[in-house]
Every structure is written in structure tokens, then in C-alpha cells.
């Protein structure tokens, strides 16, 4: 069956440091994959699209890497910031239009 | 913009009323999705609309949850007779074309005693 793995853990790490955050899938073969930012009482907010044929992609502080060989996406938030802290969603689009989400990871940033 | 809009932002019903969701999606946008999150299962799409017409309803729970898209700036999901398993917090979405990113509403928190 069709699966997709966020970190199963909360991520707790101290301002300035580099949260690294999992999303591994199986039974997909998605054209591309998206990051989504869920705060609390807030519906999603994009924030990065990677395409199948992209091995990286980077928007500020904001660092994600595709591979579909391992069938794994990481995504990366430099220099975090208390403002940083929310749940962060994978979804991915296969070849038709329907976008699945992973249940997301919980990121904890301290001052 | 506005951006998605949804109401009601609250819904506190008793088992077996109707309760009806409304979303008025981004202008300009022709696709239209109703998602379901819950703790147990996350996020989860209910149904799919492309310029106005419903083309997938398969992640539609039970005959009792039924959709419409009237018109290109209005939507409902209603759900008749509410249980309390339908408790969750409701969210549409929209886009132009269809492979692109979805703008998310605020959500509608249902809770059905």
C-alpha cells in the first residue's frame, strides 16, 4: 500500500542550529513533491515544490533535496528561528491531481 | 486577496443535525479541494473540484458527507446526520490549474456531540 514517513519524533533545537526533517514514501511515484508549514488553528502554507528531476532546490533559509532513487526528501531549515516552530507537512502529486500529505513533523525551536 | 475563505470557523452540533461547511476559493482559481484533518489520520482529501464540477468524491466518507461548487466562488460540504467521528477540522483549498500549490482556507473545527 501507498505510505508516507515524516520523522516520527517532535524535533526540539536551539536557535541558529539546522533542523533536518524526513519524508520517505513507498508505492509512489510522485512527478514532484511539496513542503507545506501548518501553524496551530491555521490551515497549510506552501512552501517549496521539487520536482522529480531536481536533486535540490533552495528559497532562503530554506533547503530541500530530492531522491527518487531512495524514495526520500529532506528538508532543511538553516539558522532556525523561534519563528520557525510549527508542523511541517510533505505531500506528494503522482501523476494525477490528487496531492497526499504525510502526518507532518513537529518543530520545536528554543531561544 | 483575501485569500480562501471559510465559515463557520466553529461548529459545536448534536449527533444527527445538519451541519453545512462554505469556502469561497481564491478568484481566479478553477480547482477546488475539501480535505478532512484529524489527529488519527492527518490530512485527507475529500473531494476535488475542476471548474465547477465534481471529478473525484472517492475520499468521501459515506453517503451522509455530499459537495457542491454552485458557482467558480462558492463551495459547501454538508453533512447530514453529523456523528461525532466526523468531529475534525475541515479545510478547502484552491489553485489555479491543477499541479500547482494549494492555498489552504482557515479550517472549520466541527465537533459533534
Known amino acids: 500500500s501507498q505510505k508516507i514517513e515524516q520523522n516520527s519524533e517532535a524535533l526540539n533545537i536551539q536557535e541558529g542550529k539546522t533542523a533536518t526533517l524526513t519524508c520517505n514514501y513507498t508505492n509512489y511515484s510522485p512527478a514532484y513533491l511539496q513542503w507545506y508549514r501548518q501553524d496551530p488553528g491555521r490551515g497549510p502554507v506552501f512552501l517549496l515544490l521539487?520536482?522529480?528531476?531536481?536533486k535540490e532546490k533552495r528559497k532562503e533559509r530554506l533547503k530541500v533535496t530530492f531522491d527518487t532513487t531512495l524514495k526520500q526528501s529532506l528538508f532543511h531549515i538553516t539558522a532556525s528561528q523561534p519563528a520557525d516552530s510549527a508542523t511541517y507537512l510533505c505531500a506528494l502529486r503522482s501523476n494525477d491531481y490528487k496531492l497526499s500529505f504525510g502526518a507532518g513533523t513537529t518543530v520545536t525551536v528554543r531561544a | 486577496d483575501a485569500g480562501v475563505i471559510q465559515s463557520p470557523r466553529h461548529e459545536v452540533t448534536e449527533m444527527g443535525q445538519e451541519v453545512t461547511l462554505r469556502c469561497k476559493p481564491i478568484?481566479?482559481?478553477?480547482?477546488l479541494f475539501w480535505y478532512r484533518q484529524t489527529m488519527m489520520r492527518g490530512l485527507e482529501l475529500l473531494i476535488y473540484?475542476?471548474?465547477?464540477?465534481?471529478?473525484?468524491d472517492s475520499g468521501m466518507p459515506e453517503d451522509r458527507f455530499s459537495a457542491k461548487m454552485p458557482n467558480a466562488s462558492f463551495s459547501t460540504l454538508k453533512i447530514q446526520p453529523s456523528e461525532p467521528r466526523d468531529s475534525a477540522v475541515y479545510f478547502c483549498?484552491?489553485?489555479?490549474?491543477?499541479?500547482?500549490?494549494?492555498?489552504f482556507g482557515p479550517g472549520t473545527r466541527l465537533t459533534v456531540l
Open positions: 483549498a484552491s489553485t489555479k490549474g491543477v499541479y500547482n500549490e494549494q492555498f
Open positions: 473540484f475542476n471548474n465547477n464540477v465534481p471529478i473525484d
Open positions: 521539487i520536482r522529480e528531476n531536481e
Open positions: 478568484s481566479g482559481h478553477n480547482s
